[in-house]
Each structure stands twice: as C-alpha cells, then as structure tokens.
C-alpha cells in the first residue's frame, strides 16, 4: 500500500507543477504516407471463435458492399493491405488480377477481400495488394476444458460484461446490414472494448498455482 501511495503522490506533485503546459508531440515523419485502415468482419468462412450470420453471395450484400468500396476508394490509394498471410501472394495477385479484368468473376467462397478490397482497389486503380496477416495459435476456449480453475468467477463476469454491453447498446450483429456493421466496427470505444476484454479474457485463468491462461496471452502479445 505505501508503494501505491508514492506512485499517486508523486503523479499528483508532477500534474501540479506542470500547470496548463500543452504538449505537441509528431508521430509521423514530415513525408510519411497516409494510411487507411479499415476494420471489417468476415464476410465469408472463418476459423474464428465467433462468426457474423452473412450471405456472402446475395446480391443485395454486394451491392452494399460496392457502394461502400465506391466510397473508400476516394481515399484513392495506391496500394492494397488485407488480412492474409503472405505466403499467399502469389495467389492473391493472381486472384486480384483477374478480377481487374472481369470485375463480374464469381469466385468460390468470396469473402470481404474479394467483396471489398479487390472492388476498393479497381475503383482506385491500385495494382498492388499484399497480404500482410500473421496468424497465431490463440485459444480463446482454454477455459472450457480445465476442471478445477483457482479462479472460476472473473472469465464468467466477463462474459456477462460482453452481453451487457452488447445489450445496453443494442447491438445485434446478425441483424444490421453492411453499412451498419462497418461502422460499428470502427467506432474507437468498441474496438477499445475489444480489444481489452482479448487483453484481459485469460489472465485469471489457473491451475495448481500455474497461470496458464496469462503464460498463454503473453505468448500472444510478444509474438505480435
């Protein structure tokens, strides 16, 4: 308790002294390059834990989806970044390419690089795309196969926290069409809520004194 003490006293002495000093720090160099970055939700088959209820192949959705790729596209960017590996590539240009010249091919199991990226990157005149992903072994469902965890409470209060917040915002995301989930996946306090309810989901989880659930999301943080 006396270290906690010293932390906060020392934070006080140093905000007070500071008085209404406004900092202005750069981030980026004078010529770095504008970056968009776009959060989505899988549009087709994943081997995520969790997956969105959506037809990939209606005509409506893709519709939907160009009207969206027509709008991003005035960002007019040069070169295209999705999520998968980069061994991959070769493929991925091949795939690319042929959808420049037939803007109409049907591909097997589309998904949103094939739905939104490849559309994003006609309309711009892109003829780059990389996939830039690197995949890991996460195992969000740990939990579910330890018997007698030395904490079972705290990963049970936060999944009721995910249904809370879902709930208080109403939101339900096999029931909003492409426009309305693109947007709710880019709002800053959602990904903030995402993106720490992953930091935090497996720290609490240990057996005979092993923290296994932390061991394995510090593997996951350093690797990335």
């Known amino acids: 308790m006396k270290y906690l003490f ?5 934070a006080f002495i140093s905000n007070n002294s500071l008085g209404q000093q406004v900092f202005n720090f750069k981030t980026k160099f004078d010529n770095a390059i504008p970056v968009l970055n776009l959060g989505t939700f899988h549009m087709g088959n994943t081997s995520d834990a969790s997956k969105v209820e959506f037809d990939e192949n209606d005509q409506n959705n893709i519709k939907q989806i160009h009207e969206i790729a027509k709008q991003i596209a005035a960002f007019k960017p040069t070169i ?12 991925l240009k091949e795939k690319y390419n042929t959808y420049l010249k037939n803007p109409k091919h049907n591909f097997n199991n589309p998904s949103e690089i094939e739905l939104l990226a490849f559309e994003v990157g006609r309309l711009s005149n892109s003829q780059k795309i990389y996939g830039i992903d690197y995949k890991l072994d996460y195992f969000y469902s740990i939990a579910n196969y330890l018997k007698n965890q030395q904490d079972s409470l705290t990963l049970k209060k936060y999944n009721a926290l995910v249904n809370e917040n879902l709930s208080l915002n109403n939101i339900n995301p096999n029931n909003k ?26 720290t609490t989880i240990s057996v005979s004194n092993y923290k296994i659930g932390a061991d394995k999301h510090q593997n996951f943080i350093t690797e990335i």
Do not use: S
């Open 6 to 10: 010293t932390i906060v006293f020392i």
């Open 80 to 91: 295209i970044m999705v999520e998968q590996e980069p061994r991959f590539n070769p493929t």
């Open 177 to 202: 069409n492409v426009k309305e989930l693109l947007y709710l996946n880019n709002q800053p306090e959602y990904l903030d809520f995402l993106i720490n309810i992953n930091a935090d989901l497996l």
